[in-house]
């Protein structure tokens, strides 16, 4: 007889989901829910149907339809079957199916209905995979308007309740159930900078297998920082079963992780995030918590899904120690340190706000949903997000310009891949390569195959010539997508494409070229840079399609790609390939160029001996427009300044730069204008009476006695000022103005050297004139230098030639 906590809500549960089609169920970790609750359904009046159990993971599903089997006393696949995508156990008399998300979505889609379905039981919904998300939405919209007696029940164990029963409307029952708590001892190690992650996480379960007694449950980031673990346990405890848990490892060695070892030996598991939820671990008792997690993240820039290693939120470093104690007093050891603990994020994200929504977008045009505001979310699809990816949907011919699905993008819809991968497939299937582009989507689906590296080609090759189990189910399950779509191609063409051609069609923005002789830089036709590992079999060609690159930064790592030919560029992107003029600042000037481009790739580049003389004339314009106040005339600048007039305000002569300085440009290639012709250009902008009062209130020159004229200076210091022979002011007894202000007289000897500077001429004359002659008299003994110079005839010719005339 069953003691599991979730027994003592059961009964409201199921007097509930009597009386009402939705509702939410919280329960502790432990207590039962995945296994309880969907047995508990099949006898109900309402349930006729089969009971479809979400799990968010392979392993997950497969674990609770045999463990739900175990509980009816049967064999998996009879009453209790799972059905996920490289395995699935089922058969006419399953009333119980656990399925990945995914699947449920394609599904759903399927047949909007959901036809012999009575219960849909979404587990681990605080998980918030996006396939969650987006099942649930269509899946209210579903029972809202053509199933209102299907069951809906989102279970969790640490959501928020009052949301979730928000969201599936008017104020669904939430029951909750206390669970059984197990005491849990937290042990803080701290963080150990100077170490690597394997390293500090070998130190702590080495630690916990000497302190504490039970199985060990470690958890790592990723498969790599596992089998480098694992190498360095095995060291050190060479008879103790290591077992790796990964979505990588094979059903059968998932199988032994979970369950407890037939020889009664203590254990250490080493896993991903995979086993925080849905599975219990028999005989665990300790948890050793890195701290780190390693999640998929979209890069819009790059159009790529990559991973990112972060810091695990707090929500989920409590599932994690929660293992530890699931059926009794347990230790969690964590390698950070307790005053840190509170800067984690609170939760991990949910996915619809940072995975690539293009299949999200795909699958809601196959609803037909034009807005994805019209369904229910717990979170809103972010703007940006979804608008790049109605982009790319367009792109792939998938949408039209409405944003509804097109005939080409049914048939993506039919495939159950990404989108691009959908279409590289179908791409395939039309050139009779449909077998190796099916291989090459599940490739870049499941990691590990194949092994590391990347080179796609080789992986695929060692894939191909993999004969385990998990290989050939995949092959298998690839060689099922190819059948398919060559059912959704009506005509197959001769030609065969490599691989890197059916990636660059569903990838065109990730071809790219090198850009040195090392093979360590590259540039996507996308405009961006790439790093390659210059001992990468990938840096030796001239070409590549990216499929998978880690970073954000300019320069992202390619952790994945396939090598192009130059022919095959030419053969097979031929119609992407754009010939046209390019115009550059180069050297102070407009350069015209012909060039072949792919994409932001150059490649080739030529004198252009004909551009267009339009564009040629608005990037000068351009260029003119930011250099203006180097290029007008100062000396006009400064008078229209003194003077106050408004079209020659520096915000005014920007804006209007097309009437009055494009045509001074014209069939030029350069800045090199000059200064006469700038001057008239600007003086064309006034009008008569303008130009008028701008001569009259700030004339150019300043004519003195004696005749000669001399250019006055606005801008200077002392402004309005001018410079002058002292000799050719005599004669004048009065001040020269300009307007009203005094114009500043720099007084010069017969060699042009400064005498004096004076703002009051008959002062000056009156006053430091003597002193001025004395100093004078010596030096040029041969001009004038009269005691009254206002009273003398102006002249600059000297004594002798003075008194000849």
Not at 172 to 193: F, H, M, N, Q
Not at 550 to 564: D, N
Request: glycine share 8%; proline share 6%.
């Amino acid at each position: 007889m069953s003691d599991l906590p979730i027994d003592t809500v059961l009964p409201d549960l199921l007097a509930t989901l009597r009386e009402r089609n939705s509702a939410v169920l919280i329960a502790p970790p432990g207590a039962g829910k995945t296994t309880a609750v969907a047995p508990a359904l099949l006898d109900e009046e309402w349930c006729s149907g089969t009971i479809i159990l979400l799990s968010p993971r392979r392993v997950a599903a497969r674990a609770a339809a045999e463990r739900i089997a175990q509980i009816l006393g049967e064999k998996v696949g009879q009453r209790a079957g799972y059905l996920t995508r490289l395995d699935t156990k089922r058969s006419g008399e399953t009333r119980i199916l656990v399925m990945t998300e995914a699947i449920f979505v394609a599904q759903l889609l399927e047949n909007q209905e959901l036809p012999g379905v009575s219960a849909v039981l979404f587990d681990e919904a605080h998980e918030r995979h996006l396939d969650s998300d987006l099942g649930l939405a269509l899946a209210l919209e579903s029972q809202q308007i053509l199933r209102d007696d299907l069951r809906l029940l989102v279970m969790s164990a640490t959501i928020d309740g009052a949301r979730f029963a928000r969201l599936l409307g008017d104020h669904a029952p939430v029951i909750e159930s206390e669970g059984k708590a197990w005491p849990l001892t937290v042990k803080w190690l701290g963080s150990r900078p100077e170490l690597r992650v394997e390293e500090a996480m070998t130190s702590a379960v080495l630690q916990a297998w000497r302190d504490e007694q039970g199985d060990i449950l470690a958890f790592l980031p990723g498969v790599r920082e596992i089998e480098r673990v694992r190498q360095r346990l095995e060291e050190k405890l060479p008879h103790v079963p290591i077992l790796p848990l990964h979505g990588q490892v094979e059903p059968a060695a998932q199988r032994a992780a979970i369950r407890r070892d037939e020889e009664d030996r203590r254990r250490i598991v080493l896993a991903t995030a995979i086993a925080e939820t849905s599975i219990t671990l028999e005989g665990v008792s300790v948890v050793v918590d890195s701290g780190l997690a390693r999640r998929a993240e979209f890069d819009l820039a790059a159009g790529l899904t990559h991973l990112v290693t972060v810091r695990a939120s707090q929500a989920s470093a409590a599932q994690r120690a929660g293992r530890a104690a699931r059926t009794g007093p347990g230790v969690a050891y964590r390698l950070w340190e307790e005053a840190a603990h509170a800067g984690r994020p609170a939760f991990d994200p949910p996915e619809i706000a940072t995975q690539d929504l293009a299949p999200f977008a795909l699958a809601l045009a196959q609803w037909g949903v034009g807005d994805p505001a019209s369904l229910q979310w717990l979170d809103s699809p972010p703007d940006k997000a979804l608008s790049s990816a109605y982009e790319r949907l367009q792109a792939l011919n998938a949408l039209d310009l409405d944003g509804r699905i097109t005939s080409w993008g049914r048939k993506i819809a039919a495939l159950p891949m990404a989108p691009w991968q959908a279409a590289m497939l179908l791409f395939g299937a039309r050139h009779g390569v449909a077998r190796d582009a099916a291989r090459l989507a599940l490739l870049m689906q499941e990691r590990g195959l194949g092994g590391r590296g990347e080179d796609l080609a080789q992986r695929l090759a060692r894939w191909n010539a993999d004969r385990s189990g998990r290989a050939t189910a995949s092959r298998k399950l690839a060689e099922g997508w190819a059948k398919r779509a060559e059912k959704l191609i009506s005509s197959v063409e001769d030609a065969a494409p490599p691989l890197s051609v059916l990636l660059a069609y569903a990838l065109p923005d990730n071809v790219a070229r090198r850009r040195d002789t090392s093979g360590e830089n590259w540039l996507s036709a996308g405009g961006r840079g790439y790093i390659c590992d210059t001992a990468s079999p990938l840096a030796g060609s001239e070409w590549m399609v990216i499929s998978d690159a880690q970073g954000q930064a300019r320069g992202a790592r390619i952790t994945a790609g396939l090598a192009l030919s130059s022919e095959d560029v030419e053969q097979w992107l031929g119609e992407r390939i754009e010939r046209r003029s390019v115009l550059r600042w180069a050297n102070e000037r407009v350069e015209a160029r012909v060039e072949r481009r792919l994409g932001a790739i150059t490649m080739a580049s030529g004198p252009d001996p004909d551009p267009d003389s339009q564009a040629v004339e608005a990037l000068l314009l351009e260029k003119a427009v930011e250099r203006l106040d180097l290029l007008v005339p100062a000396e006009l600048m400064a008078r229209a300044r003194f003077v106050g007039l408004d079209a020659f305000q520096p915000d005014r002569l920007e804006a209007e730069a097309q009437e009055w300085l494009a045509p001074a440009l014209s069939e030029r290639r350069d800045l090199k204008i000059p200064k006469g012709i700038l001057t008239e250009a600007l003086l064309a902008r006034l009008d008569w009476n303008t130009r008028q009062t701008l001569d009259r209130q700030a004339p150019r020159d300043f004519t003195t006695p004696v005749g000669t004229h001399h250019r006055i200076d606005y801008a200077g210091e002392g402004a309005p000022s001018v410079e002058v022979r002292v000799q050719a002011l005599f004669g004048l007894d009065s001040h020269p103005m300009i307007g009203r202000t005094p114009l500043l007289l720099n007084l010069t000897s017969p060699a042009g050297r400064p005498i004096q500077a004076t703002r009051d001429l008959p002062g000056f004359w009156r006053g430091s004139w003597r002193d001025v002659c004395k100093d004078m008299r010596g030096r040029y003994p041969k001009h004038r230098w009269p005691e009254e110079p206002w009273a003398e005839r102006p002249s600059l010719k000297t004594k002798k030639a003075f008194d000849r005339s």
